[in-house]
């Protein structure tokens, strides 16, 4: 399960979007076959088994994760983007900036192992191990590209849930 929540700023109106992304849950799928006509016993419904990142999966980490990177309400003026995303599937991010404005990127891993996490804006690539302990790792972007590009991938043996939001720091 992906939680995905977005806020988009066009010609002075404000819409928010919170997008519950069912992607990549397993359904339990039954199937069978009707008896022939010569008499053969009918096959009984089967489960398909579950993949095997579906397994591991735990929807309560994500929200926690979402939660430890959310220090305020999706209603805050300097919302931009936040998300969240099993440790099986990585978080594999492109957001949108203003040019030239600055940002703070919240990153947690909640789980067990760690992750590696690379971020990627204007000419800078910044690369950082985090470990899933639920410590926010906060990075300062300022002079944004237009784009932020943000992957996070676990390492052997992790498994959890990651969480990411980026905020908009205004300079007094």
Not at 63 to 69: D, G, H, K, N, S
Not at 91 to 115: F, N, P
Not at 123 to 132: I, S, W
Request: hydrophobic fraction near 35%; charge should be negative.
């Amino acid at each position: 399960m992906a939680l995905v929540a977005h806020r988009d700023v066009t010609g002075g109106t404000t819409r928010h979007v919170m997008t519950l992304l069912g992607g990549g849950l397993s359904l339990l799928l039954l199937s069978g076959c009707s008896s022939s006509s010569d008499g053969e016993p009918e096959s009984r419904p089967s489960a398909s088994t579950p993949s095997a990142s579906a397994a591991g999966r735990s929807p309560e980490l994500e929200e926690q994760a979402l939660e430890a990177v959310s220090n305020d309400t999706v209603d805050d003026a300097d919302f931009v983007e936040a998300g969240s995303e099993d440790l099986a599937d990585g978080i594999h991010a492109r957001s949108s900036l203003d040019k030239g404005k600055s940002y703070q990127l919240a990153v947690v891993c909640m789980g067990k192992g760690e992750t590696q996490m690379v971020v990627k804006y204007a000419k800078v690539e910044k690369r950082e191990t985090l470990t899933c302990d639920g410590t926010v790792s906060y990075l300062r972007i300022s002079d944004a590209s237009d784009q932020l590009t943000l992957d996070v991938d676990a390492a052997a043996n992790s498994t959890g849930a990651a969480a990411w939001r980026i905020s908009r720091v205004r300079l007094y």
